[in-house]
């Protein structure tokens, strides 16, 4: 019996095969929140062009980042394009998972401090995943992703989603502890 508490502990750490296979799904977009960068929101005097002003990944989170990425291509997953938010956590990460050539999109910044702008920026990125075309992986934060989908995603973890009538249908969860 102990055994099958440490399993159901282990489980979402290397992802469940059934999550790994819903990516393989027509239709299927992953959208993952930026890999692990310690504390909340931003330091006061953020730029958005400036790394130096912002919450960055850490070793852990550029570990982790890695390691999905590998996961990822150790089982032939790889993607036509990687969206990702100009935030350098996010970006970041989106380099480091080399699933696919990567490419800014404004939609996917963080509304964090702005929430007046969720509900426009919610719409343009579901009309941003409706007009990509090819196997699309998106990098983003956390506030983008429980607006797109109604549900929350740890550091590092990607969901796996389709479209479904007005809003998406969660396929499956893949997370790679730090």
Not at 100 to 117: C, H, I, K, Q
Request: a neutral charge; glycine letters at 10%.
């Amino acid at each position: 019996m102990r055994w099958l508490s440490v399993l159901a502990l282990l489980l979402p750490a290397v992802g469940m095969a059934n999550d790994w296979d819903a990516l393989r799904s027509p239709g299927a977009v992953a959208i993952m929140r930026h890999a692990l960068a310690p504390g909340t929101g931003d330091p006061e005097g953020f730029v958005l062009g400036d790394c130096a002003t912002q919450r960055n990944l850490d070793a852990r989170g550029q570990a982790q980042a890695r390691k999905i990425g590998q996961e990822m291509r150790d089982r032939g997953i790889g993607f036509d394009v990687v969206l990702t938010s100009q935030w350098c956590r996010a970006r970041e990460t989106a380099e480091l998972l080399k699933v696919g050539p990567v490419a800014e999109a404004t939609p996917l910044n963080s509304f964090y401090e702005d929430r007046a702008s969720r509900d426009a920026q919610t719409e343009a990125t579901r009309a941003l995943i409706a007009q990509t075309e090819g196997r699309v992986m998106m990098v983003t934060h956390q506030v983008n992703i429980s607006a797109l989908t109604g549900q929350g995603a740890a550091s590092g973890e990607v969901l796996v989603i389709v479209p479904q009538g007005a809003g998406f249908a969660v396929l499956g969860r893949i997370l790679i502890a730090p």
